[in-house]
């Protein structure tokens, strides 16, 4: 009877150990990767949204949020992978960006990213944007774009998307996310808002899984038409092309002509005529050659 005993606790033991590992596994690897079903404060966060300059490269279908800095490299990384996936499902990217409050005196932002977070937040220029993306951020010196630093209407401009980025973290800390960027936000089929701290590319999935998004986006090719084919000279074939017409060589001074109807080789040009020998000329003094 012990030894039942015994063995049934070891069983009970095995069994505690195993489930917390699976619990543990489910946890790490899969749900702590999974988006967030916004159900408390959607008016006040979908107010936010609504209110800020977002930048789009157009689409019309239903939005999708991407909120970041410009230094995040996870932001940069799935826009520049996951926007033309999601822009193939229909769906209408749209970007918020700010520039980060200084933290303990210490500045996290610079006044070409200041001047620039200002200007797009003012004017939702979509070329001034891939102008920024497109350099990198050292290099970038906003040439051309008025300076936010002591200009009061400017300077808040870039406070007010402080501002609206940490009055979002607020709402959705009561969803129980923990605010890491990029922050995306949207709506599924139903209607319900859904929030993904996607700083992570494992979280990627279930956003185009979510809105039926392609994993891969095809590059364009001559069969359907997106691109056109390559014209090649010749007969139509990259390997063969035909040699250029060349112009007639002219014979050099004291060469025969060519007979009629007889054409030189191409390339082949005739011997140089040969150099007459310099003429001296004497002046009062000196012989010069």
Sequence with gaps: MRRFFVWSALAALIGLVLAIGAFWAYQHFYARFQPVTVTRNQAA?????????WLSSGGGGEPLYIIGYRD???????EREEAPKLRAAGVEVRIIIFARSDREGLSRSTAAERATVAELWLTRDWTLYQ??????????TAAGVPAADGSLARTAVVEAGRDFAS??????????????????????????????????????AFVRDDLDAPDRVEPP????????????PGDGSPESLPYPALPPIPPADGQPLPAPGVTPAPGTAAPPAPRKAPEPKRTEDTTFF
Excluded: F, H
């Excluded at 966060?45 to 300059?53: P, W």
């Excluded at 090719?221 to 090649?232: E, L, N, R």
């Design 45 to 53: 966060i979908q107010r936010l949204l609504d209110e800020a300059s």
């Design 72 to 78: 995040s490299a996870a932001m940069q990384r799935y």
């Design 131 to 140: 102008r920024w993306t497109a350099t990198p951020s050292n290099n970038w």
């Design 167 to 204: 009055g979002l973290s607020e709402e959705l800390r009561g969803a129980g996310l923990q605010t890491r960027y990029p922050l995306i936000i949207w709506r599924d089929r139903g209607g319900y808002m859904k929030a993904c701290a996607c700083s992570d590319s494992r979280s990627w």
């Design 221 to 232: 090719s001559v069969a359907d038409g997106t691109q056109p084919p390559v014209a090649w």
